[in-house]
């Protein structure tokens, strides 16, 4: 079932022709294996002429068994295979080692440039303490850099000793020919067994974990999750620390995350220890304590659930080894571990398991609050077989749903997050109709429409959880590059609309009666077209299917048949022939990119070409000649039966202006990490301090304007110059966008306050004799306060102004 559809046994796969003989993949092995073939020619060409060369070589001396049964030169190959381990293993412990130097290094220069930057900050006379501090941090970042410089020094004598150690043992036992004839052997084994290695990796796909490229991918990866206080099972899979792993249905999610929980106390929770990328997980979501034989799970602000029992806020549940726990929802399914204490009777759960678990107990709380999916069934007309079925199809219907709905749920937020308002997710049945018209029941399918132009597209349970799987990896992916400043922005393919709307599926079935074609009729005019029923309401009509059957005498013979059988029972032992043409559909209610037609026949399934053209009306031109040599009562007792026409689409999407899903993106950016916000400004244009910290706010504002001031000018510095050779960095891009929002906004109520003013203006004599009159006081915007004023002068100056406003009204 390719590890992906949790119900099913089988998946029909329909391939399609190929279009090149080989893929580019293909193509390249093939080189490959051919540059491997002149290799190995030209290895042994080389071989043969050292052998020649070194004619005081003895063969029969090399093949000599020595005292443990192994011939010479097999001794000798072992002896140079441990010299080349011994200077692998040396390469490998100095590449740790340079790793560590410039992880301390680095430490070192943050150091500096952190008392640098508080000395130039004027804080020259910081307390004596803090100052010590940080010297005898930094002393002691020298003296473990110097004391890594003395081990590795240390481990390269030792193998450099090692070494010297094998090379003696060569000298003396094997001539300078024999040695140097074996070593060319050994080398040329070594280079075809690599060779062979990177050839099947780039065959298979696997890519060899020690390769640079993908360490240096997997450490920039491990450096951003480690400020979640989140690690990598690829570094820490041997880590004996006690800790939760995940577990994920999808195979290529499970146990990649390990929540380590060595501290007296864990908190779990944005700003905790441990910060979740789960959309669910909430501030002081729930925390671990740490005891000496055991870790104690406490509850707090959101869900949890241990074993499939929820823990109320407070409630402290004690721990054991292989323990299910889920906190805020599928996306955080762990198992607790303790390495060194796992029980010697139970074996650690898998994946299935605990979500299975955790669904059971969702639906248990559901049914004790009268929630819950709710079917009822005609059993009037049922067998008690039939009625026992109908209950069971109906239990795993309310099953499928409350399982389902929960992620629906989480769709709806997870699209919202990445500005794709427009989709909204519902649950929905679909008849499912087998080969004859028999209706077979009903299964879940999930709507997914485009609310701001009314299109859908119906998804099978499987492919809605597939694609929530691909945007929680994007999800991920884009809050560490917003956490680690880096740009990112979401593939065409991963774009949320694309995800669920680039589909194809079944839309609907059109049923026909072929039992004039057991008398070699032709196709009545009221039968040629065909309502395609939709597959959600059988009463609702989504198009029609023009068809043709045309009886013929002979597959070779395409002149029609003549006449006609009046008892089908007359075709019996002999060949039956009809040429079957599906014209087009026309009626669709919406526009549609792919479209092709299926049917069975006499238990062989058929596909027209399918037609790729922007539509509602597909047509496909589709012929075919349907031959039966001999016709037997099978035969005749298929053509009684209703054949259906299935109609599959792919939805046409309205590729409308939308801002890409990125880290250029304001709203994502809101979303997401509610990293960036309009900062609020009076009517005045002036800023105020914030009521909680008097003058921190008025500081902060100001600093904002010169970051936002500094970057407008920067960016039209640039375009000036035409600099296109240095970029804007994400963090100046982010900036500039806010810089550029906030001046739209301002720009916006300096148009209104001008109009207003200008009313003002115009109407003042009005408003002043108005004031004469009753001597009513004005309110003070700012702080919301009310004034009065005794002289028309005054009176005049705050009706000019747009801090004050007039009420005619008697206020308290």
């Not at 107990?361 to 039939?386: F, I, N, P, Q, V």
């Not at 239990?395 to 709905?405: G, K, V, Y």
């Not at 929960?406 to 909204?424: N, Q, S, T, W």
């Not at 694309?498 to 070699?520: K, R």
């Amino acid at each position: 079932t390719l590890g992906f559809a949790k119900n099913a046994s089988v998946i029909k796969l329909n391939p399609k022709k190929a279009t090149t003989a080989a893929t580019p993949a293909e193509r390249k092995l093939m080189q490959e294996l051919d540059k491997l073939k002149l290799m190995m020619e030209e290895l042994q060409k080389q071989n043969e002429a050292l052998r020649a060369a070194a004619g005081g070589v003895d063969m029969s001396a090399l093949t000599t068994k020595t005292a443990n049964g192994t011939d010479r030169q097999g001794e000798l190959e072992k002896a140079l295979k441990a010299k080349k381990d011994l200077e692998d293993k040396l390469k490998k412990q100095e590449e740790e080692s340079r790793v560590r130097q410039e992880a301390l290094r680095k430490e070192q220069i943050e150091l500096q440039e952190e008392l640098t930057a508080l000395q130039e900050a004027g804080m020259e006379g910081l307390d004596e303490a803090v100052r010590n501090s940080m010297l005898e941090k930094q002393r002691k970042l020298e003296e473990q850099l110097e004391s890594e410089r003395e081990k590795f020094k240390s481990v390269q004598s030792q193998v450099a000793k090692e070494v010297d150690d094998v090379d003696a043992q060569i000298n003396a036992e094997y001539t300078e020919e024999e040695a140097a004839f074996v070593k060319n052997n050994f080398e040329m084994k070594t280079i075809m067994a690599e060779k062979r290695k990177q050839i099947m990796q780039e065959f298979t796909g696997k890519k060899d974990p020690n390769k640079s490229a993908q360490d240096d991918k997997m450490r920039q990866q491990q450096e951003e999750y480690a400020q979640r206080g989140i690690s990598l099972t690829y570094f820490s899979k041997d880590d004996e620390r006690p800790h939760f792993i995940n577990v994920d249905e999808d195979l290529f999610r499970s146990k990649r995350f390990m929540y380590f929980l060595d501290k007296p106390l864990t908190t779990f929770g944005p700003k905790g220890d441990i910060q979740p990328l789960s959309m669910n997980v909430v501030k002081k979501h729930c925390s671990v304590e740490y005891g000496t034989e055991a870790h104690t799970l406490i509850g707090g602000n959101g869900e949890v659930f241990v074993n499939g029992k929820r823990v109320k806020k407070k409630t402290r549940v004690k721990l054991s080894v292989y323990d299910r726990v889920v906190i805020g929802g599928e996306d955080m399914v762990l198992i607790y571990r303790w390495p060194g204490k796992e029980p010697s009777d139970c074996m650690e759960p898998d994946a299935d398991l605990c979500v299975e678990e955790y669904e059971r107990a969702l639906r248990k709380e559901k049914k004790g609050k009268g929630g819950g999916a709710s079917h009822t069934a005609d059993y009037s007309s049922m067998s008690k077989e039939e009625q026992e079925a109908e209950d069971v199809q109906m239990a795993l219907m309310d099953q499928e749903i409350t399982s389902l709905l929960p992620k629906i749920k989480a769709g709806k937020k997870l699209v919202d997050m990445l500005d794709r308002d427009c989709l909204k997710f519902d649950v929905t049945m679909s008849k499912v109709v087998a080969s004859g018209g028999k209706n077979e029941g009903v299964e879940v399918k999930v709507i997914v429409t485009k609310t701001d132009t009314k299109e859908k597209t119906y998804l099978d349970t499987f492919e809605f959880e597939k694609g929530l799987s691909v945007l929680k990896d994007e999800l991920t992916r884009l809050r560490t590059a917003i956490d680690n400043d880096r740009e990112y922005v979401l593939s065409e393919f991963a774009d949320p609309i694309n995800v669920f709307f680039d589909n194809t599926y079944l839309i609907g079935t059109a049923t026909t009666f072929p039992e004039f074609l057991g008398y070699m009729l032709e196709t009545e005019d009221a039968d040629k077209k065909a309502d395609v029923k939709s597959v959600v309401s059988m009463k609702e009509r989504c198009g029609k299917i023009s068809i043709d059957w045309t009886p013929m005498y002979h597959p070779e013979d395409e002149s029609p048949f003549e006449g006609y059988f009046a008892d089908s029972k007359d075709l019996l032992g002999k060949s039956w022939t009809y040429k079957l043409q599906i014209f087009e559909v026309s009626g669709l209610s919406s526009m549609v990119e792919k479209a092709y037609v299926q049917y069975e026949f006499m238990g062989e399934l058929f596909t027209t070409e399918t037609c790729e053209e922007l539509t509602s009306n597909p047509k496909f031109d589709y012929s075919f000649v349907h031959h039966v040599p001999i016709v037997d009562e099978k035969f005749l007792e298929f053509l009684t039966k209703p054949l259906d026409f299935k109609l599959y689409v792919c939805p046409h999407i309205s590729k409308k202006s939308l801002e890409p899903v990125g880290t250029s993106n304001i709203t994502v950016l809101q979303r997401v990490a509610g990293k960036i916000g309009l900062p609020s400004r009076s009517p005045a244009g002036s800023r105020g301090a914030s009521p909680t910290s008097p003058g921190h706010g008025a500081a902060d504002a100001a600093l904002q304007d010169q970051v936002l001031r500094l970057t407008r000018t920067l960016a039209s510095a640039q375009m000036k110059l035409g600099d296109s050779s240095v970029p804007m960095t994400p963090r100046t891009r982010k900036t500039l966008q806010l810089a550029q929002s906030q001046d739209q906004v301002i720009t916006e109520l300096e148009k209104k306050q001008k109009k207003d003013l200008k009313k003002r203006k115009k109407n003042l004599k009005k408003m002043l004799a108005r004031w004469e009159e009753k001597k009513y006081p004005f309110k003070y915007l700012p702080l919301g306060v009310y004034v009065r004023v005794d002289t028309a002068d005054a009176a005049t100056k705050l009706l000019l102004s747009l801090d004050f406003q007039a009420r005619d009204k008697e206020k308290k």
